[in-house]
Every structure is written in C-alpha cells, then in structure tokens.
C-alpha cells in the first residue's frame, strides 16, 4: 500500500498515516477526532497538540480524493491539506490526470494534439466551499510560499495549498531547467499566485507585463509538438487565450 519510505529513512519527522488515495481526508478526520478526544481527556496537553496535514498528489486532490475532500471542506475539518501537482500520476508513469494542462503529452496522450482535456480549477472547486484559507503556492516565489504557510499556521478549519511541482521526468526537460519553468510558470500568468480568505481571493503576485505563454512551453519535452516539426500555431494560440481571458476577468489582476 505505501510508497512511503519507513524509520529510519522517512523525511518526516512527525507521526505519519498512510491511506488509500482516494481517502487522505477521511483518515486526518480520524486523527483530529482521536487528538480531540485526548485533549478532552485531559490525557494530551493543549501544548502537545498537533497540526493534521494531509500531502497528496494532484492525481488523488482532482480527481479520485475530490469526494472525500469535499466532504471534509464540509465538516470543517481542522486540517491542512497540500496538493503537490505535477499534472499527472507520476509514481506510475505521467498518465494524464485531471491535473494535466491541455494540449500536453502524457503516457495516456501521446497524439500529435496530447491531452484534449483542461486542467480542472481545483482552486475554484475548493472556494466553493467556503474554506478557511486557501491559496496557491511555487518554490520559485519563496517568500511568498512561506508568508503563506505562516499565515494559515493562526488559523483554525479547513487550509488549503496547491502547489505546482515541476516534474523533470514527467514533463520531460533537463533538470537544471527546473528553477527557470517555475519562474516562467509564474511570469507566463499559466500559475497564477492567489489566495481565498473571508470570501476574497487575492492575487499575492501579479506578473507585469506577462511573458508569452510559449516561453514556459518550449522548455518542457511534454510541449515539443507544439513546435516541431512545424509550430502549431492554433493550439499555441488557445494556451495563450486562456491565460489572457483569466488575467483579463481577475478583478484585481
Ligand atoms: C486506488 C488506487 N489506484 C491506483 C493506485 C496506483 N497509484 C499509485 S501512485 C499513483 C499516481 C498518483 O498520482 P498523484 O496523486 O498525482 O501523485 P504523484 O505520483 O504524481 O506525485 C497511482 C495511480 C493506487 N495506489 N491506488
Ligand atoms: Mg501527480
């Protein structure tokens, strides 16, 4: 069932649950539930308390955990919940998610057009339900990601992050481009830097003026069709569109 490295290798240095894919938020309300008994219990401290945070993959947050994240949006689960997206399943080869951009080639897209699918605005489906906090998150803007974190830490329900995880295997291009497809990522507008709280959503970074769409593109092997062996022009065209009318219609964009 785990991918997961155990003691004495695991990165995490807390207590940890695995679950099934589709039921991360299940599991963390058991959690919060078990740590809230202890607490009325008076058998754990206020001070001994912990913070439940579920990590998934965006294959698990868009598409087969939607249901069982909904459900704790919900409850008002007090919870974090980071969605690591790669736009794809990863761990089993890149098959497209609901994660994955249009027009993008994945083990399961591989025609000369890729995926015909749109990402699905995860942002948007979460925000209509009304969580806590919610925002958008990239390791190339770091003070942003951190001014973020430290924000959600002071509040209480559901916290949402997505943040978009460059995959050097998946998408295809050379590692040491990493750092430059995440800043395009951000210039471009295509990962645009938001958060939702008491019913607002702000954009924290706001690119001016914003790069054309084919910069972020032309870096990733995932894109390549688009531009041999010859340009293809149309669907160039209707990445950039969605990205100009998402800029055009945000209202603080
Ligand atoms: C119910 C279920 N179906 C399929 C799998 C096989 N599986 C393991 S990891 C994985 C990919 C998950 O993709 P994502 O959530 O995006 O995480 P990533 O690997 O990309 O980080 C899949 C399909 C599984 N573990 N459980
Ligand atoms: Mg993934």
Known sequence: MTLLSIYPFTPFRGSWLYTSMASAPAGAQGIRDALDILLEKKKLSAKEDLEVVVLTGDGSAHGMGLSATSGALERKLDFIYLCYDNEGYGNTGQQSSAATPHGAQTATSTSALGNPGFKKDLFEIWKAHEPAYLATVIAAEPLDLARKFEKLRGIKGPRMIIALAPCPTGWDFDPRHSAEIRRLAVRTGIWPLKEYIDGEVVHTRKPHPLLP??????????????????RNETLIREIQDRVDRYWSKASDG
């Open 213 to 230: 769409v084919e910069e972020y593109l032309k870096l990733q092997g995932r894109f390549r069709h688009l531009f041999e062996p010859e």
